[in-house]
C-alpha cells in the first residue's frame, strides 16, 4: 500500500489517516478513483499536489466525511470513519476548510454569505472556543471586528472564514486533523505566511495532522514534512518530502511541480466507457417555473 510517512504502530491507528482501496465516482461519470491507497502519519504537514481535476478537493471531502463511500473501513481517520463517526466533527478534532463561503437556501442552493453583519458578530457567534485561540486568530488573520461581511474584499472574507473554521467548539482535545482546500488563494503574503507558521505550530505542539491542497508553493520547503502527488485520480508519488529524489537537487519545490504537471501533458488520456444513458421519464414538475436548472444546486 502506498503511503505517506507512518508506521503500524498503535499510536499511528489511533490518530493517523488511511485510505484503502478506496472506489468512488460521481453519479453518471466515471470513477474517479479505483483501489486508491494513502497513509499519513499524526503530526505531518502533507502537501496534497495534482493538476486541476485530479482529484484533490474530492479526496479532501472523502476524508472530511462529505461522500460515503463503501465500506466503514475504506477511510479512517483518527481510528473512525470519516463518514459515518460524525462525532469527530462535532467535537472538532476534524475539520475541513475550502471551497466558497456559503449557505444553503431552499431552493435557490448555495448562495454567497454577504449578509450586512460584522465580523464580530460572525466570529463571536461560534459557542464553546477557547477565548485566547479567538484573539489569538483575529490579531493573526488581522482582522478588523467591525468589517461588514457584504462590503469586504473576498481576501478580507476569507480571512474571517479561515477564523471560524479554526474555532470548533473544543472539549476534551483540539483539531486533530485539518483538511485545507486551496484557503490561501486570497490571502496576502504576509497573512499567507503567518497562517502557515500558525498551523506548523499546532503540528509541533497538538501533534495535529494536516492535507494542504495548493497552487502557490512559496516558501512551502521548509513547511511541508510530505508529499501526495495525484494525477486523474491516481497517486503516483507519497513520501517523506525529504525522500523525494527530485527535490534533493532542485532549486524549489516550484520547479519540480512544474516538471510533474509538465509532464502530464505528454501522457494519453484515460479511456473511460461512456455510461449507458436511460430515457428520461417525464415528470409532472416539468412544466413548473421552479423546476431545476444549472443555476440551481440541491443536497440530497
Known amino acids: 500500500m502506498a503511503g505517506v510517512g507512518g508506521g503500524e504502530d498503535e499510536g499511528w491507528r489511533r490518530s493517523g489517516i488511511e485510505v484503502s482501496a478506496l472506489q468512488f ?4 461519470q466515471p470513477p474517479l478513483f479505483a483501489r486508491f491507497n494513502l497513509r ?4 505531518s504537514r502533507c502537501l496534497l499536489i495534482g493538476a486541476n481535476g485530479s482529484g484533490k478537493t474530492t479526496l479532501l471531502k472523502i476524508l472530511a466525511g462529505k461522500h460515503m463511500v463503501g465500506g466503514r473501513d475504506v477511510v479512517r481517520v483518527l481510528n473512525g470513519s470519516a463518514f459515518h463517526d460524525t462525532q469527530l466533527v462535532c467535537d472538532g478534532e476534524l475539520s475541513y476548510l475550502g471551497g466558497s463561503w456559503s449557505r444553503t437556501i431552499g431552493s435557490a442552493g448555495d448562495v454567497p454569505l454577504q449578509g450586512d453583519f460584522s465580523a464580530e458578530h460572525m466570529i463571536f457567534g461560534v459557542d464553546g472556543v477557547d477565548p485566547v485561540r479567538r484573539e489569538k486568530l483575529i490579531d493573526l488573520l488581522d482582522i478588523d471586528l467591525q468589517w461588514r461581511m457584504h462590503k469586504v474584499s473576498d481576501g478580507q472574507r476569507r480571512r474571517v472564514q479561515i477564523c471560524m473554521g479554526l474555532l470548533h467548539p473544543y472539549k476534551l482535545r483540539s483539531i486533530q486533523v485539518l483538511l485545507l482546500d486551496e484557503i490561501t488563494v486570497d490571502l ?7 497562517l502557515l507558521d500558525f498551523f506548523k505550530e499546532e503540528c509541533e505542539q497538538r501533534e495535529a495532522t494536516i492535507v494542504y491542497a495548493t497552487h502557490i508553493f512559496d516558501g512551502l520547503e521548509s513547511w511541508a514534512t510530505d508529499i501526495a502527488y495525484i494525477q486523474e485520480g491516481e497517486l503516483r508519488k507519497s513520501a517523506k518530502y525529504s525522500d ?3 527535490l534533493k537537487s532542485a532549486k524549489n519545490l516550484l520547479s ?9 501533458t505528454k501522457l494519453p488520456k484515460k479511456e473511460h466507457p461512456r455510461p449507458e444513458t436511460q430515457p428520461r421519464r417525464s415528470s409532472p414538475f416539468d412544466a413548473s417555473p421552479f423546476r431545476s436548472s444549472r443555476h440551481m444546486a440541491y443536497y440530497r
Open 256 to 264: 519540480v511541480v512544474e516538471s510533474w504537471l509538465r509532464s502530464e
Open 40 to 43: 499519513i502519519a499524526p503530526g
Open 244 to 246: 523525494v529524489e527530485e
Open 188 to 194: 496576502d503574503v504576509v497573512t499567507r505566511m503567518d
Open 25 to 28: 465516482g460521481y453519479d453518471g
